[in-house]
């Protein structure tokens, strides 16, 4: 996906906008398994998978509750975290090798003062408001497996059931029961 997709996907950017994008980010490669942001620590960036995937979950004991699965052309991050440059709570990793962009809050600030339209990332920050309804509407084990499939239908290709299930916070056994329904 070319800079100005990226951008145009979250409003109005010109050439000379896509142009300082470019230049105050950094594209990065990660291997599965590498941790792009630990808990404890505080999430300095905003970052556009390119490609690959990634899972942010918090760990209670030796196991990963997951608390968002990302794909491929989607902004990540810990809102939180970023937001109120507060430590994590989560850990961010590569489940798959995988390409982002990352733009660090100080070149997102630099970008905002050189151009009004890098304002217009404020939608990327209303990205949790998914899983807020996911999680609010006392949703049933089915209602959720639907409400994913069409928020982010390759969700359930490229994650297993067992963190599919950790994500929407029911029993693998129940997923795959619903799964069997579907």
Request: hydrophobic share 35%.
């Amino acid at each position: 996906m070319a800079t100005q997709e990226i951008l145009n996907s979250l409003g109005q950017f010109s050439k000379f906008d896509a142009e300082l994008f470019e230049k105050h980010s950094a594209r990065r490669k990660l291997n599965k398994n590498e941790v792009l942001l630990n808990e404890g620590e505080v999430c300095k960036s905003f970052y556009f998978i390119l490609s690959g995937s990634f899972s942010q979950f918090q760990t209670h004991d030796i196991d990963e509750v997951i608390i968002d699965l990302h794909l491929q052309n989607e902004w990540m991050f810990n809102q939180q975290s970023l937001t109120e440059q507060t430590p994590s709570s989560t850990t961010i990793k590569a489940f798959s090798k995988s390409e982002i962009i990352e733009l660090s809050l100080n070149s997102f600030h630099c970008l905002c003062s050189k151009s009004q339209s890098f304002l217009q990332f404020g939608k990327i920050l209303n990205q949790s408001l998914k899983r807020v309804f996911l999680f609010d509407n006392s949703l049933k084990p089915n209602e959720k497996y639907s409400y994913i499939n069409k928020a982010k239908p390759e969700l359930t290709k490229v994650f297993p059931i067992k963190m599919i299930a950790s994500y929407l916070k029911i029993a693998p056994e129940t997923l795959s029961r619903v799964r069997a329904s579907y």
